[in-house]
Structures are given as C-alpha cells and as structure tokens.
C-alpha cells in the first residue's frame, strides 16, 4: 500500500478556498470599481492579495517534500517552509478579520454584499486551515531536529588504580 502524505488533502483544501477566495473578492473588486469609480477598498484588495499569496506560497510548499525531499534534511529548508504556512496564517487571519470589521460597520445589503460575507467565510476557513497545517509543520520540523541531534554518549572511562 502506498504512503499517502496526510498534508495532501490539507494543500488540496488550501488551493480550493485560495480559488474561491480570490474569485469571490475579484468579483467585489470588480463591482466596487464599476459603481463607485475608484478602486476598492483596502480590505478587499488585501483579502485579494492573501489569496494569491497562500497560491503562490503552495507551489514551494507542495514541491519540495515531493520532488527535492533530500532537502528536507537542512533545517534552513524545513523552517522555510514552516515560515511560509505562519506567513499564509497571519495573513489570511489579518484579512477576513478586516474584512469582517469593515462589513459589520455598514449598511450594506444585495447580492455584492452576500458576496463579501462568503468571502470573509472562507478566508476565516482558509485560515483555520493555515493554522492547522502551521501547527503540523511546527511538529514535523521539531520532530526533525531530535532527529539530527545525536544522543548524549557517555565517555569511556578507564579508572586505574594509582601509584
């Protein structure tokens, strides 16, 4: 029976709300831009931007434990891939909190609207499963470093009866 990584299905779930994310803030962008004529507000251009980067992000993330995994015995590569995931966490945390706050303090209703809520929705989601994902990264890059420390020998000893 083959290895199956249990962090695929967690990527998986990481690209499929990146993509409904970022389709869903493209779509308030665009509507933004269209009604008031000027670009869109922070939030949403940052909830955009969250988006891209945790698609960008799982490229490397994806990548490396696949195809170079010999890397993964340099601590240098195993803690850049634990930074990358803390980066997509505290960037989607940041980004549907904002949204969120942005939208509890106007009055807004219509289909635009509904829109901007599912997007904060699934950002909250994305960031759960960021900080998930973190967490088991966290564990699996400690877990590598007891591995490469060596355990404590103790010295050979000869005690000799003097003179």
Not at 9 to 20: K, S
Not at 49 to 74: D, E, G, M, Q, R
Not at 75 to 85: E, K, P, S
């Amino acid at each position: 029976m083959p290895n199956i990584n249990p962090m695929h299905p967690v990527r998986g779930a990481q690209a499929v709300f990146a993509i409904i994310v970022l389709g869903l803030m493209a779509y308030v962008s665009s509507w933004w831009t269209s009604h008031w004529r000027q670009s869109s507000p922070a939030q949403i251009s940052f909830l955009l931007f969250a988006a891209v980067w945790s698609l960008t992000s799982l490229l490397p993330i994806i990548l490396i434990p696949v195809k170079f995994s010999h890397l993964l015995s340099s601590a240098g590569f195993r803690w850049g891939l634990v930074a990358l995931d803390a980066l997509s966490m505290l960037f989607w945390f940041a980004g549907f909190v904002a949204l969120s706050v942005f939208l509890s303090g106007r009055i807004c209703f219509g289909q635009v609207c509904d829109v901007a809520r599912a997007g904060a929705v699934f950002g909250g989601l994305s960031w759960a499963v960021s900080a998930g994902a973190f967490a088991y990264g966290c564990y699996l890059a400690v877990k590598g470093e007891k591995r490469r420390v060596p355990a404590v020998q103790r010295p050979d000893v000869a005690m000799h009866q003097g003179i």
